[in-house]
């Protein structure tokens, strides 16, 4: 890895806490991350429900509907024991992929706090030996993230498309500005995106308590329509619905998943609000409200199988039809906000740990780190979301394209958690296959059910998937090559050093920060700096940034300073996969020297890739790499280095 990306991304040592470690250790303040400042009790529970909630919470909008129609519609109603029985399907899947698979067991896998699938990931490679299932399991924590992008894309579309539609059932006549009304949402809500959620973040929770307190009361008085739909409580009623139609309840577990859509982002975001309230505001307010909001649907359906036509809406009274499109496109707008924002932290965890190039982030709240913009990836959502909506035109057509990003990553999530939970928890491995087997086979089913989806639009996460995962293997593999190919040629810090002191190199007063990706070896920058300027600065660093296989990193461990040669010093910084770097502030606090940073002059190199005479990559990729390469966010930004006072020279490295 050259210098453009001076970070050194190597697995950790014996010792967890200091990897690569060289020197001592010296306490330095985390400027790169000013940590979560978490909300705590009720406080905690309404800021969850407006961000961890949204897109499970607005899955009534769509999901009942779309499994009855698999056995019925308006004009040939399905008989009541099936709706009753898809009912029953769609309760337990709340209770055992939702409260058992990740409130009660899956949110106990933390790092360091921290939650979601690259968090998941680092652990099970941290307590992994060998190299090949570290590979295998960084594999499937990739996939996993990449299905994730997949359903952010969908997301937005499904949720807004499924709001808007509610408008057909007060004004008919209004159904052909549907498709023009949902892209202007969309529109709005990626164009609203650089401006930040702080300010808005805080209308989130009370909106989603309204939410779900009206789903719960609509449900309810829909239950009294026909109470004999509280059967489904009884899973025998789920079970009896399976055995009766055989290959057709296998279709219609693609679309009961629809269902538990979001139950990832519980995990996720963990770190952003602490186990506890998550795990209560979901037992107490979250699944009620859902379970009543569905039996309420099916009872509404069971009475009236006209109401098919959208039985969400079809619950509110007509005076209330107005009100409850608004409610439930402000519920949408929140559930794509959260989508969309955690794609944004996926993607800057994925950059970090050098999956992905670098790329322009800006933070839009200077208090709080974690909230960031990713423009090039925000407008990339906005496209994809757009043309989503103008190719499925309903969100009953869009439903087949989300089922198979969702239950993919509960595929990956299982088999990471099935490491942790015997590897790092010591569970027994009887147990582990008896508990995690149950929920593979489960998720082995939903997904099975979701294949069958893919020529009616399943192929579209697919393909955001596979191509995200083509693209992050590409760009690992290109920079391996670089890696591999500077090393050979690369001169040893011990060497140079020595020389250093018996030469007549002349030094000239300034502090130069060089940036390495191997401490071990010198810089490029420097050995051109010596080439061309013949003079070395009287205050010299070398400083390599590494990336740990965790959240954050410890105060202790943010930096190891060593002193190798008279004014030369060998610093190495580390940094959480979570957190962005910022070099200024960090050196700033080093201990041993009194670092300016407005005086500090940068020196970097920047890689001229061509392809060598035995290419060592396919043409296709070697094309793909370059233009990542090309478009990478420059150094002195992504690390917030100040632009002026980095001086970059280019190297030529064939692959």
Not at 25 to 40: D, L, N, Y
Not at 387 to 397: E, P, Q, T
Not at 415 to 424: D, E, G, Q, S
Not at 566 to 585: K, S
């Amino acid at each position: 890895m050259s210098e453009q990306d001076s970070m050194s991304l190597k697995e950790s040592s014996s010792d967890p806490r200091y990897p690569n470690s060289i020197g001592t250790p010296t306490s330095a303040p985390q400027h790169g991350q000013e940590g979560h400042s978490r909300p705590k009790g009720m406080g905690a529970m309404l800021a969850a429900l407006g961000v961890v909630y949204g897109d499970i919470g607005t899955s009534p909008l769509y999901a009942l509907q779309s499994s009855i129609r698999n056995v019925g519609s308006e004009t040939h109603p399905a008989h009541a024991w099936e709706v009753i029985g898809l009912t029953s399907l769609t309760f337990w899947a709340l209770m055992l992929v939702v409260t058992i698979k990740y409130v009660i067991l899956i949110m106990r896998a933390d790092h360091n706090k921290e939650g979601g699938i690259i968090a998941l990931m680092a652990l099970a490679q941290r307590v992994c030996k060998s190299n090949y299932f570290r590979w295998v399991f960084g594999l499937i924590g990739i996939a996993g993230a990449c299905l994730f992008f997949g359903d952010g894309i969908i997301t937005p579309a499904i949720s807004v498309l499924s709001a808007v539609e509610g408008v057909e059932i007060s004004v008919p006549d209004a159904s052909p500005f549907i498709i023009p009304a949902a892209i202007i949402i969309l529109l709005g809500l990626f164009a609203a995106q650089a401006l930040g959620t702080g300010k808005i973040g805080k209308a989130f929770g009370p909106i989603m308590l309204v939410w779900f307190i009206t789903i719960a009361v609509l449900g309810a008085r829909g239950i009294l329509l026909h109470p004999g739909v509280l059967l489904a409580l009884s899973p025998l009623e789920a079970i009896r619905f399976i055995v009766t139609h055989g290959k057709l309840s296998f279709i219609a577990l693609g679309s009961v998943v629809l269902s538990v859509t979001g139950a990832e982002a519980l995990y996720a975001d963990m770190g952003h609000f602490g186990r506890s309230p998550i795990r209560l505001a979901w037992l107490f307010l979250v699944l009620p409200a859902l379970s009543l909001n569905y039996f309420g649907q099916a009872a509404s359906i069971i009475s009236d199988p006209t109401t098919l036509a959208n039985p969400f809406y079809y619950l509110a009274p007509h005076w209330m039809q107005i009100p409850m499109l608004l409610l439930a496109t402000m519920a949408t707008i929140i559930a794509s906000q959260a989508g969309i924002s955690g794609s944004f932290s996926l993607c800057r965890q994925l950059i970090q740990l050098g999956y992905l190039p670098r790329t322009r982030i800006i933070h839009t709240n200077p208090h709080e780190e974690a909230q960031i913009y990713l423009p090039s990836l925000n407008w990339m959502f906005a496209f994809g979301s757009v043309v989503l909506v103008i190719a499925f035109r309903s969100s009953a057509a869009l439903a087949s394209a989300y089922g198979i990003a969702v239950t993919g990553t509960f595929l990956c999530t299982c088999v990471l958690a099935m490491v942790v939970f015997r590897r790092v928890f010591q569970w027994k491995s009887y147990a582990v296959g008896t508990v995690f087997g149950f929920f593979f086979v489960m998720d082995a089913v939903f997904f099975s059910s979701n294949v069958m989806k893919i020529p009616d639009g399943g192929w579209v996460p697919l393909s955001i998937a596979v191509g995200s995962t083509l693209i992050m293997t590409t760009w690992q593999r290109g920079r391996q090559l670089i890696r591999n190919m500077k090393k050979r040629d690369a001169v040893p810090m011990g060497s140079f050093i020595t020389r250093l002191t018996q030469s007549r190199t002349i030094r000239v007063p300034g502090l130069a920060v060089f940036l390495t990706s191997d401490p071990e070896m010198v810089p490029d920058a420097l050995l051109y700096n010596l080439r061309h300027n013949k003079v070395l600065h009287q205050t010299v660093l070398f400083v390599t940034v590494q990336t740990l296989d965790q959240p954050e990193a410890d105060p202790d461990q943010r930096m190891t300073v060593k002193e190798l040669a008279p004014g030369i010093r060998r610093v190495i910084i580390r940094y959480g996969f979570m957190e962005m770097p910022n070099l200024p502030l960090t050196l700033a606090g080093m201990t041993e020297m009194d670092f300016d940073p407005i005086q500090a002059s940068y020196f970097t190199s920047h890689d001229l890739v061509f392809r060598s005479k035995v290419p060592k990559m396919s043409l296709w990729r070697m094309w793909v790499f370059l233009y990542l390469l090309n478009n990478a966010t420059s150094i002195s930004e992504f690390f917030r280095i100040p632009p002026e006072r980095v001086m970059e020279f280019g190297v030529r490295v064939a692959i």
